[in-house]
Protein backbone atom coordinates (compact mmCIF):
# COMPACT_ATOMS: atom_id res chain seq x y z
CA UNK A 1 0.00 0.00 0.00
CA UNK A 2 1.37 3.68 -1.22
CA UNK A 3 1.28 6.14 1.66
CA UNK A 4 2.06 9.73 1.25
CA UNK A 5 3.50 10.75 4.61
CA UNK A 6 3.75 14.06 4.27
CA UNK A 7 -0.39 14.24 3.40
CA UNK A 8 -1.18 11.92 6.31
CA UNK A 9 0.88 14.27 8.89
CA UNK A 10 -0.60 17.05 7.97
CA UNK A 11 -4.09 15.76 8.20
CA UNK A 12 -3.38 13.63 11.73
CA UNK A 13 -2.01 17.05 12.72
CA UNK A 14 -5.30 18.69 12.60
CA UNK A 15 -6.81 15.70 14.07
CA UNK A 16 -4.19 16.59 17.08
CA UNK A 17 -4.89 20.25 17.06
CA UNK A 18 -9.08 19.34 17.29
CA UNK A 19 -7.80 17.31 20.33
CA UNK A 20 -5.40 20.04 22.39
CA UNK A 21 -8.19 22.74 22.05
CA UNK A 22 -11.00 20.40 22.10
CA UNK A 23 -12.46 22.38 25.74
CA UNK A 24 -13.61 25.52 26.25
CA UNK A 25 -11.09 27.96 28.17
CA UNK A 26 -12.02 29.11 31.83
CA UNK A 27 -10.72 32.46 33.17
CA UNK A 28 -8.41 32.95 35.92
CA UNK A 29 -10.16 32.55 39.20
CA UNK A 30 -10.91 35.91 41.53
CA UNK A 31 -13.50 38.83 41.20
CA UNK A 32 -15.06 38.05 37.31
CA UNK A 33 -16.32 34.61 38.86
CA UNK A 34 -17.52 36.08 41.80
CA UNK A 35 -19.11 38.79 39.83
CA UNK A 36 -21.00 36.62 37.66
CA UNK A 37 -22.13 34.49 39.94
CA UNK A 38 -23.30 37.35 42.25
CA UNK A 39 -25.04 39.07 39.18
CA UNK A 40 -26.69 35.69 38.21
CA UNK A 41 -27.76 35.18 42.39
CA UNK A 42 -29.41 38.93 42.02
CA UNK A 43 -31.06 38.08 39.35
CA UNK A 44 -32.69 34.85 40.84
CA UNK A 45 -33.61 36.59 43.84
CA UNK A 46 -35.63 38.70 42.35
CA UNK A 47 -37.37 35.86 40.21
CA UNK A 48 -37.68 34.14 43.92
CA UNK A 49 -41.64 33.75 45.05
CA UNK A 50 -40.98 33.77 48.45
CA UNK A 51 -38.84 37.08 48.03
CA UNK A 52 -42.25 38.71 48.42
CA UNK A 53 -43.56 36.81 51.09
CA UNK A 54 -40.07 37.41 52.95
CA UNK A 55 -40.57 41.41 53.20
CA UNK A 56 -44.20 40.94 54.03
CA UNK A 57 -43.00 39.02 57.08
CA UNK A 58 -40.82 41.85 57.91
CA UNK A 59 -43.08 44.18 58.21
CA UNK A 60 -45.55 41.72 60.20
CA UNK A 61 -42.59 41.71 62.75
CA UNK A 62 -42.17 45.09 62.97
CA UNK A 63 -45.61 45.56 63.27
CA UNK A 64 -45.79 43.25 66.29
CA UNK A 65 -42.75 45.26 67.52
CA UNK A 66 -44.98 48.38 67.17
CA UNK A 67 -47.71 46.98 69.17
CA UNK A 68 -45.32 45.61 71.68
CA UNK A 69 -44.27 49.31 72.01
CA UNK A 70 -47.40 51.26 72.40
CA UNK A 71 -49.00 52.12 76.27
CA UNK A 72 -51.67 49.29 75.74
CA UNK A 73 -51.62 45.78 74.59
CA UNK A 74 -55.24 46.59 72.56
CA UNK A 75 -56.61 49.67 72.06
CA UNK A 76 -58.95 51.15 74.00
CA UNK A 77 -62.45 50.86 72.94
CA UNK A 78 -65.70 54.05 73.11
CA UNK A 79 -69.31 52.46 74.19
CA UNK A 80 -72.25 55.30 74.14
CA UNK A 81 -75.60 54.33 75.82
CA UNK A 82 -78.88 55.57 76.54
CA UNK A 83 -81.83 55.11 78.88
CA UNK A 84 -85.48 56.63 79.02
CA UNK A 85 -88.83 55.74 79.60
CA UNK A 86 -90.80 56.65 77.22
CA UNK A 87 -92.39 53.15 76.44
CA UNK A 88 -93.97 52.48 79.85
CA UNK A 89 -95.10 55.89 82.16
CA UNK A 90 -93.01 58.34 79.72
CA UNK A 91 -92.50 60.48 82.80
CA UNK A 92 -89.20 62.19 81.37
CA UNK A 93 -86.56 59.43 83.17
CA UNK A 94 -83.21 60.18 81.01
CA UNK A 95 -79.66 58.70 81.40
CA UNK A 96 -77.06 59.08 78.65
CA UNK A 97 -73.59 57.24 79.47
CA UNK A 98 -70.88 56.82 77.79
CA UNK A 99 -67.56 54.60 78.85
CA UNK A 100 -63.88 54.68 77.62
CA UNK A 101 -62.11 51.40 78.26
CA UNK A 102 -58.46 50.26 78.01
CA UNK A 103 -56.74 47.14 78.82
CA UNK A 104 -53.84 47.17 81.10
CA UNK A 105 -50.52 45.24 80.90
CA UNK A 106 -49.78 42.48 82.86
CA UNK A 107 -46.84 42.62 84.97
CA UNK A 108 -43.90 41.43 83.05
CA UNK A 109 -46.30 41.42 79.77
CA UNK A 110 -44.97 44.27 77.99
CA UNK A 111 -41.35 43.45 78.04
CA UNK A 112 -42.05 40.01 77.24
CA UNK A 113 -44.16 41.24 73.96
CA UNK A 114 -41.26 43.49 72.99
CA UNK A 115 -38.40 40.36 73.50
CA UNK A 116 -40.65 38.34 70.99
CA UNK A 117 -40.77 41.28 68.49
CA UNK A 118 -37.27 41.71 68.38
CA UNK A 119 -36.83 38.46 68.52
CA UNK A 120 -39.27 37.99 65.46
CA UNK A 121 -37.77 40.54 63.29
CA UNK A 122 -34.60 38.80 63.92
CA UNK A 123 -35.72 35.94 62.73
CA UNK A 124 -37.70 37.18 59.09
CA UNK A 125 -33.98 38.42 58.57
CA UNK A 126 -32.35 35.21 59.33
CA UNK A 127 -34.52 33.47 56.95
CA UNK A 128 -34.05 35.78 54.64
CA UNK A 129 -30.29 34.88 54.49
CA UNK A 130 -31.29 31.35 55.08
CA UNK A 131 -33.20 31.32 52.07
CA UNK A 132 -30.73 33.30 49.87
CA UNK A 133 -28.14 30.57 50.76
CA UNK A 134 -30.30 28.21 49.57
CA UNK A 135 -31.19 29.72 46.39
CA UNK A 136 -26.85 30.18 46.07
CA UNK A 137 -26.89 26.52 46.01
CA UNK A 138 -29.27 25.65 43.18
CA UNK A 139 -27.83 28.33 41.26
CA UNK A 140 -24.62 27.05 41.37
CA UNK A 141 -25.28 23.60 41.05
CA UNK A 142 -27.16 24.99 37.80
CA UNK A 143 -24.30 27.11 37.00
CA UNK A 144 -21.57 23.85 37.02
CA UNK A 145 -24.36 21.63 35.30
CA UNK A 146 -23.91 23.81 32.20
CA UNK A 147 -20.83 24.94 31.87
CA UNK A 148 -20.28 21.12 32.14
CA UNK A 149 -22.78 20.35 29.55
CA UNK A 150 -21.06 23.08 26.98
CA UNK A 151 -17.81 21.64 27.66
CA UNK A 152 -19.30 18.25 26.21
CA UNK A 153 -20.78 20.07 23.49
CA UNK A 154 -17.69 21.54 22.51
CA UNK A 155 -15.67 18.52 22.62
CA UNK A 156 -17.79 16.47 20.88
CA UNK A 157 -18.38 19.66 17.79
CA UNK A 158 -14.60 19.37 17.57
CA UNK A 159 -14.44 15.35 17.58
CA UNK A 160 -17.08 15.54 14.94
CA UNK A 161 -14.81 18.38 12.85
CA UNK A 162 -11.68 16.41 12.79
CA UNK A 163 -13.70 13.03 12.03
CA UNK A 164 -15.13 14.56 9.09
CA UNK A 165 -11.57 15.39 7.95
CA UNK A 166 -10.27 12.66 8.21
CA UNK A 167 -13.15 10.50 6.48
CA UNK A 168 -12.31 12.87 3.61
CA UNK A 169 -9.50 11.82 3.13
CA UNK A 170 -9.92 8.42 3.90
CA UNK A 171 -12.33 8.31 1.17
CA UNK A 172 -10.46 10.03 -1.33
CA UNK A 173 -7.42 7.35 -0.84
CA UNK A 174 -10.19 4.64 -0.87
CA UNK A 175 -11.21 5.71 -4.71
CA UNK A 176 -7.41 6.11 -5.76
CA UNK A 177 -7.22 2.33 -4.78
CA UNK A 178 -4.64 3.10 -1.54
CA UNK A 179 -6.99 1.78 1.31
CA UNK A 180 -9.19 -0.84 1.78
CA UNK A 181 -12.82 -0.54 1.78
CA UNK A 182 -12.93 -1.45 5.83
CA UNK A 183 -10.76 1.55 6.01
CA UNK A 184 -13.51 4.15 4.77
CA UNK A 185 -16.44 2.04 6.57
CA UNK A 186 -14.56 2.55 9.58
CA UNK A 187 -13.60 6.45 9.11
CA UNK A 188 -17.92 6.99 8.18
CA UNK A 189 -18.71 4.84 11.38
CA UNK A 190 -16.51 7.63 13.22
CA UNK A 191 -18.04 10.29 12.04
CA UNK A 192 -21.39 8.37 12.86
CA UNK A 193 -20.78 7.87 16.06
CA UNK A 194 -19.31 11.60 16.62
CA UNK A 195 -22.49 13.14 14.93
CA UNK A 196 -24.88 11.20 17.56
CA UNK A 197 -23.00 12.56 20.36
CA UNK A 198 -23.33 15.72 19.24
CA UNK A 199 -26.65 15.78 18.94
CA UNK A 200 -26.76 14.06 22.68
CA UNK A 201 -25.13 16.75 24.03
CA UNK A 202 -26.92 19.42 22.12
CA UNK A 203 -29.87 17.99 23.83
CA UNK A 204 -28.36 18.49 26.90
CA UNK A 205 -26.97 21.40 26.81
CA UNK A 206 -30.59 22.79 26.07
CA UNK A 207 -31.64 21.24 29.08
CA UNK A 208 -29.04 22.53 31.30
CA UNK A 209 -29.65 26.47 30.01
CA UNK A 210 -33.18 26.31 30.05
CA UNK A 211 -32.54 25.19 34.23
CA UNK A 212 -30.21 27.95 34.66
CA UNK A 213 -32.55 30.58 32.71
CA UNK A 214 -35.38 29.35 34.72
CA UNK A 215 -33.72 30.73 37.94
CA UNK A 216 -32.04 34.03 36.50
CA UNK A 217 -34.43 34.85 33.69
CA UNK A 218 -31.59 36.15 31.43
CA UNK A 219 -28.88 33.48 29.41
CA UNK A 220 -25.85 32.02 31.12
CA UNK A 221 -22.81 34.85 30.03
CA UNK A 222 -20.53 33.63 27.67
CA UNK A 223 -17.26 33.12 30.48
CA UNK A 224 -18.33 30.72 33.11
CA UNK A 225 -15.41 31.03 35.58
CA UNK A 226 -14.70 28.92 38.83
CA UNK A 227 -14.84 30.90 42.28
CA UNK A 228 -11.79 31.20 44.62
CA UNK A 229 -12.04 28.60 47.96
CA UNK A 230 -13.50 30.40 50.85
CA UNK A 231 -10.83 30.32 54.04
CA UNK A 232 -13.23 30.07 56.33
CA UNK A 233 -13.36 26.87 58.79
CA UNK A 234 -15.62 24.64 58.86
CA UNK A 235 -18.98 25.59 61.44
CA UNK A 236 -18.83 23.59 64.47
CA UNK A 237 -21.61 22.48 66.57
CA UNK A 238 -19.71 23.85 69.69
CA UNK A 239 -18.98 26.92 68.21
CA UNK A 240 -20.50 30.23 69.83
CA UNK A 241 -21.00 32.05 66.84
CA UNK A 242 -23.08 30.06 64.67
CA UNK A 243 -24.02 33.31 62.84
CA UNK A 244 -21.75 32.81 60.44
CA UNK A 245 -23.02 30.46 58.47
CA UNK A 246 -26.88 32.21 57.09
CA UNK A 247 -28.76 27.87 58.05
CA UNK A 248 -27.20 28.25 61.42
CA UNK A 249 -28.04 31.76 62.12
CA UNK A 250 -31.46 31.02 60.67
CA UNK A 251 -32.29 28.11 63.04
CA UNK A 252 -30.45 30.16 66.30
CA UNK A 253 -32.87 32.78 65.08
CA UNK A 254 -35.72 30.56 65.68
CA UNK A 255 -35.36 29.27 67.99
CA UNK A 256 -34.60 32.57 70.40
CA UNK A 257 -37.92 33.26 68.56
CA UNK A 258 -39.47 30.36 70.24
CA UNK A 259 -38.22 31.30 73.73
CA UNK A 260 -39.66 34.25 73.76
CA UNK A 261 -42.93 33.02 72.59
CA UNK A 262 -42.52 30.52 75.84
CA UNK A 263 -41.67 34.04 78.52
CA UNK A 264 -44.58 35.41 76.29
CA UNK A 265 -46.89 32.65 77.42
CA UNK A 266 -45.61 33.02 80.59
CA UNK A 267 -46.52 36.05 81.44
CA UNK A 268 -49.85 36.06 80.14
CA UNK A 269 -51.55 33.85 82.12
CA UNK A 270 -54.90 35.55 82.17
CA UNK A 271 -56.80 37.67 79.92
CA UNK A 272 -55.61 41.72 80.31
CA UNK A 273 -57.69 43.88 82.65
CA UNK A 274 -59.29 46.21 81.84
CA UNK A 275 -59.69 50.14 83.23
CA UNK A 276 -63.04 52.25 82.42
CA UNK A 277 -64.03 55.89 82.97
CA UNK A 278 -67.52 56.60 83.06
CA UNK A 279 -69.38 59.32 82.50
CA UNK A 280 -73.72 59.74 83.22
CA UNK A 281 -75.85 62.57 82.70
CA UNK A 282 -79.24 61.25 83.57
CA UNK A 283 -82.50 62.86 85.34
CA UNK A 284 -85.67 61.70 86.91
CA UNK A 285 -88.44 63.11 85.42
CA UNK A 286 -89.80 66.06 83.17
CA UNK A 287 -89.30 68.73 86.42
CA UNK A 288 -85.73 67.27 87.26
CA UNK A 289 -82.36 69.41 85.57
CA UNK A 290 -79.93 66.57 84.60
CA UNK A 291 -77.17 66.25 86.84
CA UNK A 292 -73.54 64.47 85.92
CA UNK A 293 -71.53 61.60 87.51
CA UNK A 294 -68.69 60.15 86.82
CA UNK A 295 -66.85 56.74 87.52
CA UNK A 296 -63.94 54.34 87.09
CA UNK A 297 -63.99 50.67 86.32
CA UNK A 298 -61.71 48.24 86.63
CA UNK A 299 -62.31 44.86 85.25
CA UNK A 300 -59.95 41.68 85.79
CA UNK A 301 -59.88 38.48 84.47
CA UNK A 302 -60.04 35.58 86.30
CA UNK A 303 -57.10 33.09 85.15
CA UNK A 304 -58.38 29.31 83.69
CA UNK A 305 -55.98 26.65 84.48
CA UNK A 306 -56.26 24.49 81.58
CA UNK A 307 -55.88 27.65 79.37
CA UNK A 308 -52.74 28.47 80.76
CA UNK A 309 -51.43 25.14 80.59
CA UNK A 310 -52.79 24.69 76.79
CA UNK A 311 -50.66 28.33 75.90
CA UNK A 312 -47.23 27.58 77.81
CA UNK A 313 -47.64 23.62 76.17
CA UNK A 314 -48.35 24.66 72.84
CA UNK A 315 -45.19 27.49 73.24
CA UNK A 316 -43.01 25.06 75.30
CA UNK A 317 -43.37 22.24 72.53
CA UNK A 318 -42.72 24.66 69.47
CA UNK A 319 -39.79 26.08 71.49
CA UNK A 320 -38.35 22.53 72.34
CA UNK A 321 -38.72 21.94 68.53
CA UNK A 322 -37.20 24.63 67.47
CA UNK A 323 -34.18 23.67 69.79
CA UNK A 324 -33.90 20.15 68.35
CA UNK A 325 -34.00 21.68 65.15
CA UNK A 326 -30.99 23.91 65.60
CA UNK A 327 -28.78 21.09 66.75
CA UNK A 328 -30.37 19.22 63.58
CA UNK A 329 -29.09 21.77 61.15
CA UNK A 330 -25.78 22.36 63.28
CA UNK A 331 -24.84 18.68 62.50
CA UNK A 332 -25.86 18.56 59.45
CA UNK A 333 -24.20 22.12 58.45
CA UNK A 334 -20.46 20.32 60.19
CA UNK A 335 -21.27 17.16 58.13
CA UNK A 336 -21.65 19.28 54.68
CA UNK A 337 -18.93 20.92 55.65
CA UNK A 338 -16.26 18.23 56.06
CA UNK A 339 -17.84 16.04 52.85
CA UNK A 340 -17.66 19.31 50.85
CA UNK A 341 -14.19 19.59 51.88
CA UNK A 342 -13.13 15.75 51.24
CA UNK A 343 -14.91 16.03 47.87
CA UNK A 344 -12.53 19.02 46.89
CA UNK A 345 -9.50 17.60 47.70
CA UNK A 346 -10.36 14.37 45.49
CA UNK A 347 -11.57 16.49 43.10
CA UNK A 348 -7.71 17.83 42.60
CA UNK A 349 -6.06 14.68 42.97
CA UNK A 350 -8.61 13.47 40.46
CA UNK A 351 -7.69 16.47 37.63
CA UNK A 352 -3.97 15.95 38.36
CA UNK A 353 -4.08 12.39 37.11
CA UNK A 354 -6.78 13.37 34.21
CA UNK A 355 -3.79 15.74 33.51
CA UNK A 356 -1.29 12.75 33.34
CA UNK A 357 -3.52 10.59 31.59
CA UNK A 358 -4.09 13.11 28.51
CA UNK A 359 -0.45 13.75 28.40
CA UNK A 360 0.08 9.97 27.84
CA UNK A 361 -2.72 9.56 25.34
CA UNK A 362 -1.47 12.90 23.62
CA UNK A 363 2.15 11.20 23.49
CA UNK A 364 0.41 7.57 22.08
CA UNK A 365 -1.71 9.30 19.74
CA UNK A 366 1.84 11.15 17.89
CA UNK A 367 3.12 7.93 17.76
CA UNK A 368 0.41 6.03 16.01
CA UNK A 369 -0.38 9.09 13.84
CA UNK A 370 3.55 8.38 13.15
CA UNK A 371 3.08 4.59 12.59
CA UNK A 372 -0.25 5.43 10.56
CA UNK A 373 1.60 7.84 8.17
CA UNK A 374 4.59 5.28 7.61
CA UNK A 375 2.33 2.25 6.71
CA UNK A 376 3.31 0.94 10.09
CA UNK A 377 -0.02 0.78 11.43
CA UNK A 378 -3.80 0.50 10.10
CA UNK A 379 -6.50 2.86 10.60
CA UNK A 380 -8.33 0.73 13.26
CA UNK A 381 -5.36 0.83 15.33
CA UNK A 382 -5.36 4.64 14.58
CA UNK A 383 -9.22 5.04 15.61
CA UNK A 384 -8.85 3.25 18.74
CA UNK A 385 -5.87 5.16 19.91
CA UNK A 386 -7.66 8.66 18.58
CA UNK A 387 -11.19 7.63 21.13
CA UNK A 388 -8.80 6.88 23.37
CA UNK A 389 -7.01 10.67 23.41
CA UNK A 390 -10.82 12.30 23.00
CA UNK A 391 -12.07 10.01 26.33
CA UNK A 392 -8.50 11.51 27.95
CA UNK A 393 -9.62 15.21 26.95
CA UNK A 394 -13.24 14.72 27.74
CA UNK A 395 -12.22 13.44 31.31
CA UNK A 396 -10.40 16.17 31.67
CA UNK A 397 -12.59 18.81 30.92
CA UNK A 398 -15.28 16.98 33.21
CA UNK A 399 -13.08 16.95 35.46
CA UNK A 400 -11.27 21.13 35.80
CA UNK A 401 -15.47 21.62 35.93
CA UNK A 402 -15.78 18.99 38.50
CA UNK A 403 -13.09 20.99 40.53
CA UNK A 404 -14.67 23.94 40.04
CA UNK A 405 -18.21 22.94 40.97
CA UNK A 406 -16.31 21.21 43.99
CA UNK A 407 -15.34 24.82 45.13
CA UNK A 408 -18.35 26.28 44.75
CA UNK A 409 -19.60 23.40 47.05
CA UNK A 410 -17.24 24.01 49.57
CA UNK A 411 -17.81 27.69 49.58
CA UNK A 412 -21.90 26.80 49.73
CA UNK A 413 -21.04 24.61 52.76
CA UNK A 414 -19.16 27.31 54.35
CA UNK A 415 -22.41 29.19 53.86
CA UNK A 416 -20.30 31.86 51.57
CA UNK A 417 -22.14 33.31 49.48
CA UNK A 418 -21.23 34.31 45.60
Not at 48 to 76: C, F, I, M, W, Y
Not at 105 to 126: F, T, V, Y
Request: proline share 4%; hydrophobic share 45%.
Amino acid sequence: MNVNPLRWQRQLLICAAGLVFSLPTYAAEGEPARAGLARALEQAWRLHPQAAALDAREAEARANGDVANSLTPEPGSLSIGSRNDRLNRNLGKQEYEVELATPLWLPGQKAAREAEAASRIDEARAKRGAMRAELAGELREAWWALAAARNAKALAARRLDTARALEADVRRRYTVGELSRIDANLALTEVHAAGAELVETEATLLQAEQALRTLTGTAAPADMVEESPTTRRAPGVDLGTPETHPLLAAAAAASRSARARVMVADESRRAAPELALRVVRERGDFAEPYGNTIGIRLKIPFSSGAQVRRETSAAQAEANQADAEMLRTQTRVQLEAERAQRALAAAERQLAMAQERRELSAENLRLSEKAFSLGESDLATLLRIRAAAFDAEAFLGRQRVARAAAISRLNQALGVLP
